[in-house]
């Protein structure tokens, strides 16, 4: 084993130092890195529900808008009757900008689901594509469904599976 030099000892600890500053601008820029894309490619709004049946619903809205315009995304959901939300998990750069609300209904067939999404923007005319993903307690998905729109539309989709 070769001995430790005062050359290698200061190249190890600019290594290390530089590793260190690479991490940390990494860290920065994953920190700034969605509001940066909500302004130039669009927002996400993504809430994830869990229901009483055990089959989780994936709602999905892309917004072609900054982060400042869009005003709120409201979720509708229609579940069947004796099925209820057991839990609503946010998982999306626009946060506090969603609204959730939904419907136990005699109306709506057994594992059958009605999503409806509206995006309210400052802006009119802004597009707007939406999606539902219906996935299995085992984790398997059932049905998908898409549909595009405008801000301030309600836009409606049916998931079963």
């Excluded at 005319?125 to 729109?149: E, F, M, R, Y």
Aim: with cysteine.
């Amino acid at each position: 084993m070769a001995p430790i030099s005062a050359f290698t000892a200061r190249r190890t600890r600019h290594m290390l130092l530089g590793a260190a500053l690479l991490s940390a601008s990494l860290l920065a820029h994953a920190l700034v890195a969605p509001a940066t894309h909500a302004a130039i490619g669009g927002c996400n709004s993504d809430p994830v529900v869990t229901l009483s049946n055990g089959d989780v619903l994936d709602l999905h809205a892309t917004v072609t808008d900054t982060y400042d315009d869009v005003d709120q995304v409201s979720y509708t959901l229609y579940v069947p009757n004796g099925v209820w939300v057991t839990s609503e998990v946010d998982t999306s750069v626009l946060g506090g900008k969603d609204a959730f609300q939904y419907y136990d209904t005699k109306y709506q067939a057994p594992n059958t689901y009605g999503v409806g999404v509206q995006v309210n923007t400052g802006a009119s005319q802004i597009p707007v594509v939406a999606a539902t993903d219906l996935v299995s307690v085992n984790g398997t998905l059932l049905s998908h469904a898409w549909v595009s729109g405008l801000s301030q539309q309600k836009l409606w989709m049916n998931v079963s599976g």
